[in-house]
């Protein structure tokens, strides 16, 4: 094995097991309560549906079209755009004095949907490129809605569980990430590099402040809820996306920009 290889098998189970803890300590802090009360409101609700699967996605489409960005640069776009229900968007609305609630259940909402969305219409949006709707499928069912499901159950058949799990998920999800991504700059220095000064950071950059103002503008006037619509709408599902890339694209430039963009995405929106 070379020193390459060994690194990409280390940037690879860390970032599997970042996905698999983050979603079942999510699950174990959560209650069906929480996750349906906020969802009451369906015009909301439509809005925020038509803004994470419909206006982002071809927002993405679009910059792809119009930007003399690399297949795998394109491939590593559309996979986030699709990618929604971003595990980070209650802290960020807790930051931003949103609407807590909201947010959660626009998370969990969001992040079960794209189970489904994404092996429809990736292959749609990536013309030419072999995408397998099962194994995408397989993928996100295995990696993320189990391990939540397990946490929803753990947290409804006690209370004390469910803390325990959040908080030892919450540290091995935190080591898990930073593992990765220490391994996988390791691994993609150059690409990443040559990334800063390509047309991908500019379409990155386009991406993040489109999608932005795509779900303040849909949020309506309570600010709370705006918030968390831009938020939750540029924000987008990294460990969804870390799954479908690792599992799809392995070995290509896509994973090396869905990196840089869940940095800058956070460095973006934390301010």
Known sequence: MTLAEFIGAISGLPGLLFVVTSMLGMGAALTMTMILQPLKNTKLVILALVANFILVPALAYVITLVLP???????GLIVLACAAGAPFLPKLAQNAKGSLGFSVGLMVLLMVLTVIYMPIVMPLLLPGVSVNRWDILKSLIVLMLIPLAIGLLIRSHSVEDGDHWKELTGKISSVGLLIMMVASLA?????????????????MVLFLVGSLIIGMLLGGRDPGIRAVMGLGTANR???AAIVVVTQNFAGTDSFPFVLVASILGLLFLLP
């Open 69 to 75: 960005i690399s297949d795998d640069q394109k491939i």
């Open 187 to 203: 691994l993609n220095i150059s690409s990443i590099i040559d990334f800063i000064g390509s047309w991908g950071l500019l379409a």
């Open 237 to 239: 599902n990294i460990a």
